[in-house]
Structure formats: C-alpha cells, structure tokens
C-alpha cells in the first residue's frame, strides 16, 4: 500500500548531537547475553578513548554477568551498527570512526550467556 505525505514533515531531532552539549550517544550491546534486554546507551564526547569504553564503560555495565570475567578482549569480535571493525584501543570515538547514536555489538567467542542459553 501506497503512503502519500500530506505535509513536509521537516522538524529539529530532539536528539540530534547538537543537543548533548559536545557529548554523543553511544548503544553498547554485549550479543548472546541477554540478561541485559536491552544495549546500554552512553553519552560521551568523541575524544573518549576506545580503551576507556572498554575498562570504565562497558565493565561497570557489564560486570554482574557471571560472564564477564572470563572475557579474552583480543579474541572478541565488534560490530560497528552492521559492519564489522577492529577497534584500536589508543584511539577516540572518532578516530574510531564512532559517532553520534552508533550501536557497538561486540562478541565474545565461547562465551554464549548463562550456561549457554543465551542470557
């Protein structure tokens, strides 16, 4: 079926970048482990470093999860959105190629939720 707009529905985003005061959001998602419903969103300027992400960020997100100690981080796959990339730890949102509302999904090989099920 055919949608035809009666208007221009031309408006601000009220989450556009501009909007956090020089910080951008960031959606975390650890895949198969579902304990968590839901990514975590960040907001952090572009000049954070990846590696900050990984040992502030994402392990005071994640550390209740009986998985979360026996992560390998060089073994872990990342998700950039769709696409896969390698993030350098010594490098900044933007330097990673990070912006504003990306979602980061990372995997971790071996590592399939609460005995394996997924959460």
Do not use: C
């Amino acid at each position: 079926m055919t949608v035809n707009a009666l208007a221009d529905y031309r408006f601000e985003s009220r989450d556009a970048l501009a909007k956090f005061k020089g910080k951008q959001l960031l959606y975390v998602n650890w895949e198969k482990h579902r304990m968590f419903s839901r990514p975590f969103v960040l907001a952090l300027t572009p000049d954070t470093l990846f590696a900050e992400i990984i040992d502030k960020y994402i392990t005071d997100s994640y550390r209740s999860h009986p998985d979360f100690a026996q992560i390998d981080w060089a073994a872990v796959t990342w998700l950039n959105s769709r696409q896969p990339f390698t993030p350098d730890r010594t490098k900044t949102l933007a330097e990673n190629g990070i912006g504003h509302k990306d979602l980061i999904r990372f995997t971790t090989p071996g590592l399939n939720g609460l005995a394996g099920t997924g959460y």
